[in-house]
């Protein structure tokens, strides 16, 4: 069985006996302690299931309990104890979230039963966390890039935006970054609503009528309805529709629901903004000074979150590419327009399969050139001479 599980107690003698009844069925792991308990999880873990003692010296079992729910939140935990202690029993079920609440001694056979029964609970977690994560976030991707061939100016800004914000997760070390990223990646649905032409003046910083700035000012709210009817995508919803600053209460009563909207519209407020100034020709630092400048209208911690954001041109070179040779990967530095005007791909939108084939499918018809303008990981040496002999 690959699932661990470590079962934490200030006796020894205790956890030797818990391996021997167990070892044969479980994959068991043991630690002397709260403190030792906390490093195993983060030496040797993950663990399906933590099963601790609740009266240790030191860091008893609520306190460490609680501290396993931080940083493993998708480990089962269970509270052990010898002790009648109705009081230590509701503050490790309120504290640390337990799922199982056994006392000493306690039998093989229930204690078996207990781990089986908290490992089928690990599985049911971790199933839905990799629905959530992948196949959600996958099938987004799929619409995004759907979406990208109809208005290819919004969604190439939405794919950066996304690079922006996983940046400033993996810095915060969020929990479930996943909702941060695609409420990024969705941030411009609601521009689908609106003419292409519209939105390539707003992201030129070209001034709008009043009209047209309150056609663009609510879309927002459009993708937040559209996105409101898919199941756990809630939050996600909400904090798009709150990117350029709160527009109403929200309907959802869960306070962790109600902390990711609120950290999630503020980074993407940030990102946007952030965006809005370098795509209009100001340097990385010019644009965080002017965020800065800012610090009422902007949160300050996301702004200098972006203080050491690596821009993809810091990293890659910018490459004149055959049609034939894109890769997935590459982005687009110049937009392509067919012949007759067309916006096909706009610039700053990084080249994906689906892309890849509508670009050959508009060469093979003689609708655009035969090569375009991107950022792309530098060749080796020895690739780039044979390039330059081979032409």
């Known amino acids: ?14 956890l030797e006996g818990y391996k021997r009844l167990l070892h044969k069925e479980f994959s068991i792991d043991t ?14 873990g993950p663990f399906a299931v ?19 729910r931080t940083a493993s939140p998708d480990t089962v935990r269970m509270a052990l104890t010898g002790y009648a202690d109705i009081d230590s029993a509701i503050n490790a079920v309120n504290e640390g979230s337990i799922f199982r609440f056994l006392t ?26 990799e629905l959530l994560e992948k196949t959600l976030s996958g099938s987004i991707q799929v619409l995004v890039e759907v979406l990208s061939l109809v208005n290819p100016t919004a969604f190439s800004r939405a794919t950066r935006i996304r690079r922006y914000i996983q940046h400033i997760t993996k810095k915060r070390k969020l929990e ?15 521009c689908v609503t609106l003419p292409p032409d519209l939105v390539e003046a ?8 009043p009209e047209e700035q309150a056609r663009f000012d609510a879309h927002p709210a459009v993708a937040r309805d559209l996105l409101s009817n898919i199941p756990r995508m809630e939050p996600i919803a909400w904090m798009i529709a709150e990117q350029h600053g709160p527009c109403s209460p929200q309907p959802l009563k ?77 982005i687009l530095q110049k937009e392509v327009r067919t012949h007759t005007g067309l916006l096909v791909v706009a610039k700053g939108q990084e080249v994906t399969y689906p892309l890849l084939v509508r670009l050959r499918n508009f060469w093979q018809r003689g609708a655009i050139g035969n090569s ?8 080796p040496a020895s690739a780039a001479t044979a390039s330059g002999h081979n032409r």
């Open 1 to 14: 069985m690959s699932e661990k599980i470590l079962f934490v107690d200030d006796e020894p003698a205790v």
């Open 31 to 44: 630690a002397v302690g709260g403190v030792e308990g906390l490093t195993a999880i983060a030496q040797r």
């Open 50 to 68: 933590v099963i601790s003692d609740l009266r240790m010296p030191g860091m008893d079992g609520v306190q460490f309990l609680s501290k396993v």
């Open 104 to 129: 000493k001694p306690c039998p093989k056979e229930t204690l078996a039963k207990a781990v089986t029964a908290g490992l089928m609970q690990y599985r049911l977690i971790t199933a839905e966390k």
């Open 176 to 190: 479930a970054p996943w909702r941060f990223e695609v409420a990024a990646m969705m941030s411009q649905l609601g």
């Open 202 to 209: 707003v992201y030129a910083g070209q001034k709008l009528s």
């Open 254 to 330: 869960d306070a962790d629901s109600q902390e990711a909207i609120t950290q999630g519209a503020q980074m993407l407020k940030v990102a946007l903004a952030y965006d809005q100034l370098v795509s209009q020709g100001q340097s990385h630092q010019e644009a965080l000074q002017h965020l800065r400048d800012k610090s009422a209208e902007f949160d300050r911690a996301v702004v200098a979150d972006l203080a050491d954001l690596q821009r993809e041109g810091d990293r890659m070179e910018v490459r004149d590419c055959a049609i034939t040779d894109l890769e997935s990967g590459m």
């Open 372 to 379: 375009v303008i991107v950022l792309a990981v530098p060749r």
